[in-house]
């Protein structure tokens, strides 16, 4: 487990973070700019804390109180950077042996991210996605107490994203330590952790599940960072046990997800989100007619773009279910929008 409450002043900006992650994968989610890779380097022992706590394990790391600031090499991290950071004149098997001189577990670090046939090699032979397993299993060679990933996939295109994010999780069980990643891709975030840690300008803003925290936001510019993008402004006029009613300034009642703290007569922002778009009627559903302004293709998804309240809204229908929704361009069309997939936002929250 890691315990981090550490604050650091530079001139013109102030990290002030405190959050715990158990043994699993958690993310830094924020824009650049927000302490996001500050944070890491505070608990690998590369930046000093001005004060606070930095415990991983039962092992104090920092304490400010206590004059306790173990430097890095005593604080067994293993840190994977975005440009891997490889010694160009060492082989595979000598930049993972930098780590360890244990040959046993080296031998079963190749095994494990199939690293054995380039072993030999030298970085300027290998591919970016090789480059990256060498650098992990560097990285873990050290036995570290917690595994640090700074942006190591932004690089990487998505079929080789989505192989390396199951290598991650693969050696999350193996070897059980808490993994910190840093990122700004919401999608990674969801493929990946199981905790997430909201930033904003040095400042941890919300905490929690990503699907949770994706569909309750703090506010209307976490709601933004986190993807949504549709907004309808109302009231609320009906809270019930699981949903409550938001009334558009056209006077459509919409029913949304209910929210703790959001009552009767409450100025709220609703979220349409992509996939709220539903088959057919049900009791947690509301009826729209709908002006279609543009429908696009892809492999997965049909695009539609609607009018609402006179804000373009964008939904998305699965390939597959596309064929049952039959609209047009500049027609107007019959929908129905889940309330599972409307989360309300309290206005000046």
């Excluded at 031998?107 to 690293?115: A, F, N, Q, R, S």
């Excluded at 989505?162 to 975030?189: A, T």
């Excluded at 492999?299 to 064929?323: G, N, Q």
Aim: proline share 5%; hydrophobic share 40%; net charge positive.
């Amino acid at each position: 487990m890691l315990e981090i409450s550490v604050k650091k002043r530079f001139k013109d900006f102030c990290l002030d973070v405190e959050f715990s992650c158990r043994t699993r994968i958690t993310a830094l989610f924020a824009p650049s700019g927000s302490g996001k890779s500050l944070t890491l380097q505070t608990i690998a022992g590369l930046v000093e804390p001005d004060e606070g706590r930095i415990e991983v394990n039962g092992k104090l790391f920092f304490d400010s109180k206590r004059g306790v600031n173990l430097p890095p090499q005593k604080r067994r991290v293993g840190y994977l950077f975005q440009d891997y950071a490889l010694f160009p004149h060492m082989t595979v098997i000598e930049n993972v042996r930098f780590g360890s001189k244990d040959e046993e577990l080296v031998g079963e670090l190749l095994k494990i991210l199939e690293i054995e046939e380039i072993k030999d090699k030298f970085p300027s032979e290998i591919s970016g996605g090789q480059k990256q397993r060498v650098a992990l299993a560097r990285a873990l060679a050290t036995k570290p107490h917690v595994l640090l990933l700074d942006e190591p996939f932004s690089a990487l295109h998505k079929e080789l994203k989505l192989s390396l994010y199951r290598e991650i999780k693969k050696i999350q069980e193996l070897f059980g330590i808490p993994i910190i990643l840093v990122s700004h891709d919401i999608d990674e975030v969801f493929e990946l952790a199981d905790f997430i840690v909201v930033m904003e300008k040095g400042r941890v803003v919300q905490t929690g599940e990503p699907f949770s925290v994706f569909m309750n936001p703090l506010n209307l510019k976490v709601a933004k960072l986190l993807g949504h993008r549709s907004f309808l402004k109302g009231r609320v006029v009906s809270v019930g046990s699981d949903y409550l009613e938001v009334k558009l300034r056209s006077g459509i009642k919409l029913k949304c997800r209910r929210r703790e703290g959001v009552a009767v007569g409450d100025e709220v922002f609703v979220s349409i989100l992509p996939f709220s778009l539903a088959l057919s009627p049900s009791l947690e559903s509301t009826k729209l007619v709908v002006l279609v302004r543009k429908i696009s293709s892809s492999r997965e998804f049909k695009r539609i773009e609607v009018e609402i309240e006179r804000e373009r809204v964008e939904l998305l229908i699965p390939s597959s279910l596309s064929p049952n929704f039959i609209m047009e361009e500049g027609r107007t069309a019959t929908i129905y929008l889940s309330a599972d997939f409307i989360p309300v936002i309290k206005e000046g929250s």
